[in-house]
Nanobody
Framework: QVQLVESGGGLVQAGGSLRLSCAAS????????MGWYRQAPGKPRELVAT???????NYVDFVKGRFTISRDNAKNTVYLQMNSLKPEDTAVYYC???????????????WGQGTQVTVSS
């Protein structure tokens, strides 16, 4: 079994900050990438940011300069520091990990349960 547990969501005023955390646990051999997605009501889930084991990061344009993704490989944990939040950032944020459970095994996507982020104007 693999579990991704998120924390850190909440309600914040526009211009404020929040830090999300996601810890992966269970039967894990290696993690290729970890990332954050979000889904606003009535909209599809979209990528926010990704970080690979070597530290390479990837951000979508609408969060560049405001959000920072980081990772603690020893703890299998990924973080998302969100600054200068806007009302349009309101969504459920989901943690994602691409990992395998056995040496040489296939890599699969795993998801957290989601954490609500609400930004008031």
């Amino acid at each position: 079994q693999v579990q991704l547990v998120e924390s850190g969501g909440g309600l914040v005023q526009a211009g404020g900050s929040l830090r999300l955390s996601c810890a992966a646990s269970g039967s894990i051999f290696s993690i290729n990438s970890m990332g954050w997605y979000r889904q606003a009501p009535g909209k599809p889930r979209e990528l926010v940011a990704t970080i690979f084991g070597g530290g390479t990061t990837n951000y979508v344009d609408f969060v560049k300069g405001r959000f920072t993704i980081s990772r603690d490989n020893a703890k299998n944990t990924v973080y998302l520091q969100m600054n200068s939040l806007k009302p349009e950032d309101t969504a459920v944020y989901y943690c994602n990990a691409v990992l395998n459970r056995l040496a040489g095994g296939h890599f699969y996507n795993y998801w957290g349960q989601g954490t609500q982020v609400t930004v008031s104007s």
